[in-house]
């Protein structure tokens, strides 16, 4: 069976990361190649694996070498290369190209002058005060990638993987699992389906009448470096060097109470369980059930359990533990927002940006099959030195949003633009130029390492610009590589409500931005409103939408304070 997409993928994402590791740099002629191959191969509709080698170079984007390694990756399982690579390589060295300040360069000099090739390493390099001593860093370059690890919380379990890359593997195995015809159903469960920022290990439930061979074909993923054990129903595997995934098979009538046990968390089970005890019940992984006579009250579906439980049903988001199982018995849990409650999308760049990779006919012809009833487009402003665009640009992207509007009658086109907030709070463009804009979206993009009172002032100021709608990924962070902006959260969302403008979440698992924490803290705000945005980049970006809705569902965000959920004459009177 040929390999899937999502694979094939995966496959090439880790062969940038080798290769950039080869040449010593970030960017070559070799990495823009496979990531050309990349973006084609994510925009494909069809399943590539089967190409011929003729195919596969007919797609715009792969080359005869790219196309080579496509064919050989769908025979084999893997990418010679890649092998022969992590032989010189080991995989933890990659981990570090994720820490800011420490590009494959640098990663190369830690290897070669202090044997540094995992973040262990690194933390001890870092305590002898060694970095300093390596061409082209010094004492503050040393400070930098310390306050980093702390910061990004690597120095509790450096085997975390951030979400977006477990979520890719999980997927890739999904993927691949539901071509094998024995899987009737399949769900991913613990921290991941609890959209945890950092995943120990990936759970995958499935159920089939045949789990012997859904487990054979487990066990011969494509990508699987370490087989960890095995048995009929069940198998754990590593992927990719990087992350342990565990595979249960089983049957279909005990689905809902498998899934619920294997989502967690630890501490929620625990409150299940004792809430069944008390009611004279049972609950573990096969059901629900009476002590007394062994009568299955509920096991096939999450909802009967509750519901025999007398509890509201709970997300996946927020079964942490805390006071969500109280909040549920008192039927005060927020409705939770849905996909299907997400009328317009607030955050859309297109290749009139640097950065874009979609056509802003592409993105709004995406935008109408996705049924949304408006869309703010979005792209950077002219601060952004290498992606925004001048005041005449705007004018001309002006120009170009009429026809669409003329073409598209059914979508409200709002032009907008995604500012850049300075140091000093200030946004790109003069106060009469910003007036030609619907949507003014405000983000962070540099000086992340500002001091907290300062960066406070900064969205301060920033938020009392009239010409700011939504204060885009108010953090700045992206999850395992950077960390957020420090600011007085209390400060900056009384602000936000004082001004009407909303705090974005942002759909990107990169970001998942305001994090949970947060935005249970803006929740008790009153009058703070939010936006869920994609901020998409190209059109396959805008499904992204289900991390974002799942992000307010963990932040018990409540479906009326979600701006771009309104109606959309609502929504227009909203934002003026």
Request: aromatic fraction near 4%; charged fraction near 25%; charge should be negative.
């Amino acid at each position: 069976m040929s390999a899937s997409n999502v694979s094939i993928v995966s496959a090439l994402r880790q062969l940038v990361a080798y290769t950039q590791l080869e040449d010593g740099q970030s960017q070559s002629f070799r990495t823009r190649a496979y990531e050309k191959a990349i973006d084609a191969i994510v925009a494909c509709p069809d399943e590539i694996g089967a190409y011929s080698l003729a195919e596969l170079k007919a797609m715009d984007g792969i080359g005869d070498s790219t196309a080579r390694k496509i064919i050989e990756f769908s025979a084999n399982g893997s990418i010679g290369k890649v092998e022969r690579l992590k032989a010189k390589f080991p995989p933890s060295m990659l981990d570090l190209m994720r820490i800011p300040g420490l590009g494959p360069k640098t990663v190369l000099a830690l290897q070669k002058h202090l044997g540094v090739t995992d973040v262990d390493g690194l933390k001890t390099a870092l305590s002898k005060e060694q970095l300093r001593t390596l061409p082209g860093l010094g004492i503050k370059s040393e400070q930098k990638i310390a306050e980093s690890i702390e910061l990004l919380g690597l120095h509790s379990d450096a085997t975390r993987r951030p979400i977006y890359d477990a979520m890719q593997i999980a997927r890739r195995v999904m993927s691949e699992l539901g071509r094998s015809g024995d899987v009737v159903s399949m769900e991913y469960a613990g921290s991941l389906r609890r959209l945890s920022e950092t995943i120990g290990d990936i759970d995958i439930l499935v159920t089939s009448d045949q789990p012997k061979n859904v487990v054979a074909a487990f066990l011969a993923l494509p990508g699987v470096t370490a087989v960890l054990g095995s048995g009929g129903t069940k198998a754990s595997v590593v992927i990719d060097d990087s992350i342990q995934v565990d595979l249960r098979v089983v049957s279909d009538e005990a689905f809902g109470a498998a899934l619920m046990y294997f989502t967690g968390s630890k501490g929620h089970n625990i409150i299940l369980r004792q809430r069944s005890l008390n009611r004279g019940l049972t609950l573990n992984e096969y059901s629900l059930s009476s002590v007394e006579t062994g009568d299955v009250l509920a096991a096939k579906t999450e909802s009967e359990i509750y519901a025999e439980l007398g509890l509201q049903w709970i997300t996946p988001e927020v079964r942490e533990g805390t006071s969500e199982i109280a909040a549920a018995d008192d039927g005060a849990l927020p409705a939770p927002v849905r996909v299907t409650d997400i009328r317009g999308d607030l955050h859309v760049h297109t290749s009139w940006s640097g950065d874009g990779r979609s056509s802003l006919a592409e993105m709004l012809d995406a935008v109408v099959e996705r049924g949304l009833e408006y869309v703010a487009i979005t792209d950077h402003a002219e601060d952004l030195a290498i992606n925004g665009l001048s005041r005449e640009r705007m004018k001309q992207q002006a120009e170009e949003l009429d026809m669409h509007r003329e073409r598209l009658p059914q979508l409200t086109i709002l032009h907008g633009v995604e500012l850049n907030i300075g140091a000093d709070g200030s946004v790109d463009y003069d106060p009469d130029f910003l007036e030609m804009f619907d949507v003014g979206v405000a983000s962070v993009h540099s000086h992340f390492d500002l001091e907290e009172g300062a960066q406070t002032e900064r969205l301060l100021t920033a938020l009392a610009n009239p010409a700011v709608t939504v204060l885009g990924h108010p953090t700045g962070r992206k999850i395992g590589r950077r960390p957020g902006i420090r600011f007085d959260a209390n400060a900056v969302f009384d602000a936000a409500a004082a001004t009407a403008t909303a705090l974005e979440i942002n759909c990107s698992l990169h970001r998942l931005d305001l994090p949970a924490a947060m935005l249970r803290k803006a929740v008790d705000v009153q009058g703070v409103m939010f936006t869920i945005s994609t901020d998409s980049h190209r059109v396959a970006e805008l499904e992204n939408i289900r991390w974002g809705v799942s992000q307010a569902r963990k932040g018990w965000v409540p479906r009326e304070r979600v701006l771009n959920s309104l109606p959309k004459h609502e929504f227009l009177s909203q934002i003026g």
